[in-house]
């Protein structure tokens, strides 16, 4: 069974303070890994499309890169509107472009 | 774009009550979502469609859920009769080619 698990649960960074998030995956063959934003009271937001193990995306202090075994989401110097729940997905080959995410790690930054 | 459009955001209904929530997509995308969201077991599919056409239903929990699309700029989720367990977050997303899914802001639905 495709498994994706997240880790820590959650993360309280002092402001400037930079740190990793994990996704690890068990899937019987990877399409795609995604990571989204999620605001509370509100819908996940895009950030991310990983395809190949060793490929790197970044965007303001958040950088994603994808192993064939895990992805990492590295906070930069995370500012208090860094915030959220991140939240990580995955597309498997066999199973079309269904989204399997995982639970998610909060992030709380503190000024 | 005005992105994916929920109605309505909060739902409160009693028990054996029908429940209708909607959803519009992004203009041109082909295929489109419904997710939901609690705390026991995160995000979770129910169903998706592409190009109108049920796809995987397999996430439909019971015979008490349906979907439907009957055009590209509309879907429903009906839930008949609802009960207390079906409280939850209820997402619609779209997305073109079944690249990145864009989510709409989502309809709390509260059974009491």
């Known amino acids: 069974e495709d498994q994706v698990t997240q880790s820590p649960e959650a993360l309280r960074l002092q402001e400037g303070e930079s740190s990793s998030l994990n996704c690890s995956y068990t899937v019987s063959g990877l399409r795609g890994l995604f990571w989204y934003r999620q605001d509370p009271g509100k819908g996940p937001e895009f950030l991310f499309t990983?395809?190949?193990a060793g490929e790197e995306k970044e965007k303001e202090r958040l950088k994603a890169t994808l192993t064939k075994k895990e992805s990492f989401l590295h906070i930069t110097a995370p500012k208090p509107e860094d915030s959220a729940t991140y939240l990580c997905a995955v597309q498997v080959r066999s199973n079309d472009y269904k989204l399997s995410f995982g639970a998610g790690t909060t992030v709380t930054v503190r000024a | 774009d005005a992105g994916v459009i929920q109605s309505p955001r909060h739902e409160v209904t009693e028990m054996g009550q029908e429940v209708t929530l909607r959803c519009k997509p992004i203009s041109g995308h082909d295929y489109l979502f419904w997710y939901r969201q609690t705390m026991m077991r995160g995000l979770e599919l129910l169903i998706y469609?592409?190009?109108?056409?049920?796809?995987?239903d397999s996430g439909m929990p019971e015979d008490r859920f349906s979907a439907k699309m009957p055009n590209a700029s509309f879907s429903t989720l009906k839930i008949q009769p609802s009960e207390p367990r079906d409280s939850a977050v209820y997402f619609c997303a779209s997305s073109y080619s079944g690249l990145q899914a864009f989510f709409g802001q989502g309809t709390r639905l509260t059974v009491v």
């Open positions: 990983l395809y190949s």
């Open positions: 469609f592409n190009n109108n056409v049920p796809i995987d």
